[in-house]
């Protein structure tokens, strides 16, 4: 039988759980961490950071009246909704974290893993002196808010002063490692982050805002996009900023990276960009804005935003097209050769995500005349909608109207046909076959000879 605990201090807003476990553990007056750490989990030798497991456990020593469970602990006391706009929302649901399958509980431990890995938070404590005067007043004691601890937050979002540093090390919480709560005596040693940074203030601010934002923004339930559809919202501000080659579609390196060093380099303390291997390079950034499932720091992504100039809000929380890739129907029909081309009448969209490592969408419309194309997604704009990656049927008007410019020995078929040469020398020699099928072997030789002849003309005519 679990035994539950007699108390347990009720979580303050924005408090880090390290900051919550520090108070029971004062309050209790345990003399050893291994001893808190046996009443909080039932276990002496448990190591926990900031993104903690065995929540399930805590939550059942809990007093018996506690409204608390594991859901409102990671949501509410943890880094976890920081990191969250920006991890693909099928491999993370906080209110089932102890029904996951063997799959999804790899995938979140990789998570954790590469976000623990980074090390997203200050090496030590930080806490605004305001907030310390105004918790006492409000709660009678002060304590500390997460999103006072982000690696590169130096400023207070509610009250605009520069943060203290502590000098407490921010280390796994562990039967070795000392919880110590804000009001604590041994808070003697303590410095400003200001230093070299005063000029810079309003631009803090802005920082401290958007990163308390994700961490402690009301979302509606809103589903923020999938990471896959922000990647490719960078790549459309990156051509709009002339960052992209027109001619190869290749990315310049050296010219986004002198522009980003411009706008960031002098705000920010140098451990802030020391994601790949300590190196802030253009290889960097440009791995950054490669397609594909990969988390980087939220700070990074916020930085990127204020580099397009677009609000983080719109960008992560647009629902229409995070659920949507292609917009809205009908959309337009890509047969050229029909009356209606170009018309919204297809209503019939069915969504699959491709077998690759991109998590890129295909979409697959087939519309009423038997002309049916795939496009890869989502949509950036509004001319996505007019083009296709892919034809996957015909339908007999157009298949007639190829048919007919074959015998009229017209040779810009494709362009009449808009599609490519290549797909008119795929198309053209089934629906030959097709035809002569019908025929009796008298009539089939000699119209097989007269469709050799005529199709060896056009291929010449198409290869000069």
């Not at 039988?1 to 919550?20: H, I």
């Not at 345990?30 to 909080?40: F, G, H, R, V």
């Not at 397609?291 to 720091?297: I, N, S, Y």
Request: charged letters at 25%; aromatic letters at 12%; a neutral charge.
């Amino acid at each position: 039988m679990v035994r539950q605990m007699a108390y347990f201090p009720t979580p303050y807003p924005d408090e880090l759980l390290y900051s919550v476990f520090a108070r029971y553990h004062t309050r209790s007056c345990n003399i050893s961490i291994s001893q808190t750490l046996q009443d909080l989990f039932g276990a002496p030798n448990v190591t926990l950071d900031d993104l903690p497991s065995r929540l399930t456990d805590l939550v059942d020593r809990l007093p018996s009246e506690s409204a608390l469970t594991p859901a409102s602990f990671v949501q509410e006391h943890t880094m976890l909704p920081y990191h969250k706009p920006f991890i693909a929302p099928e491999w993370l649901d906080t209110a089932n974290l102890d029904a996951y399958d063997e799959e999804m509980k790899a995938r979140v431990m990789s998570i954790a893993y590469n976000i623990r890995k980074r090390k997203d938070l200050h090496q030590t404590l930080h806490f605004c002196p305001k907030c310390y005067e105004s918790d006492e007043l409000t709660y009678g004691e002060p304590y500390w808010h997460r999103s006072h601890q982000v690696l590169g937050i130096l400023r207070c979002h509610r009250h605009e002063t520069w943060l203290i540093n502590s000098k407490i090390a921010i280390k796994s919480i562990g039967p070795h490692h000392p919880l110590i709560p804000l009001g604590s005596k041994s808070l003697s040693d303590t410095s400003s982050t200001q230093s070299e940074f005063a000029s810079d203030a309003k631009f803090h601010d802005w920082l401290a805002k958007e990163v308390n934002w994700l961490i402690n923004g009301n979302y509606s339930g809103g589903i923020p996009c999938h990471p896959t559809i922000l990647q490719y919202r960078y790549h459309h501000h990156l051509e709009k900023m002339g960052l992209i080659c027109s001619n190869t579609g290749l990315l310049k390196k050296s010219e986004l990276q002198r522009r980003f060093e411009n706008l960031f380099r002098e705000k920010f303390p140098i451990e802030i960009f020391d994601v790949y291997d300590g190196n802030f390079t253009s290889d960097w950034l440009a791995r950054f804005f490669l397609a594909g499932f990969r988390e980087h720091r939220p700070i990074i992504h916020l930085l990127m935003m204020r580099f397009f100039e677009i609000d983080s809000k719109e960008i992560l929380w647009d629902k229409f097209e995070a659920v949507k890739p292609f917009g809205k129907g009908p959309w337009p029909c890509l047969n050229k050769v029909a009356d209606h081309y170009l018309q919204p009448v297809v209503n019939n969209c069915s969504i699959s995500k491709l077998k690759t490592s991109t998590n890129m969408v295909t979409g697959t419309f087939k519309c009423e005349c038997e002309f049916q194309y795939e496009r890869f997604g989502p949509d950036l704009s509004e001319r996505n909608r007019t083009r296709f990656n892919k034809i996957v049927a015909t339908g007999d008007l157009w298949d007639q109207k190829l048919m007919n410019l074959f015998r009229n020995d017209d040779t810009d078929m494709a362009s009449t046909l808009g599609v490519t040469q290549s797909f008119i020398m795929q198309r053209l020699p089934l629906l030959l076959e097709k035809e002569t099928d019908k025929l009796s072997i008298g009539d089939f030789v000699k119209t097989r000879k007269r469709h050799r002849n005529k199709w060896q003309e056009i291929c010449e005519k198409l290869l000069r």
